[in-house]
């Protein structure tokens, strides 16, 4: 906990469990803040940069051909918008061509 002259701040460390890499944040939340709308804030965020990284993954593993490993050419991009419980999402969203194999 910090002390300002006008205000208590509480530093919260949230870590999402069972994931890897680990994905952790460190937050000054103001004591008479709403513990609720900031987890909610915080859920948003932590959500973004999960997703983010799984679709990464994802398309890394897409670039290549699964029968015959050739790299696939890229024809485009655009983005994608999720919508979640904690708020919408946005993605990058390549799109790749078939391979002729
Ligand atoms: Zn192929």
Redesign the pocket.
Known sequence: MLELPNAVIYQLKITLRGISPLIWRRLLVRAETSILAEAKTVLERMQQRLVEQQATEYLQAQR???????K?SHKGAHTITLRTLFGKLRLKSPQLYH???
Not at 64 to 70: I, V
């Open positions: 290549r051909c699964p029968h015959c490993g050739n696939r391979c002729q194999c």
